[in-house]
């Protein structure tokens, strides 16, 4: 009756995980390369500590 509709597709399963892989590693490397472009460019002395 619901054969279709309720049958599990490998394919599909992995086109979502790695489309969810690659998307979570282009948004984290993103995110690094702005904070990396305002460490260098922004707030350069962001990393220095002074006691």
């Not at 984290?28 to 220095?48: E, H, M, Q, Y």
């Amino acid at each position: 009756m619901m054969d279709g509709y309720m049958k599990i597709n490998v394919r599909l399963i992995y086109l979502y995980l790695f489309s969810f892989v690659g998307l979570l590693t282009v948004v984290i490397g993103s995110v690094r390369l702005v904070d990396l472009g305002l460490k260098v460019f922004v707030f350069p002395d962001a990393d220095r500590y002074e006691l």
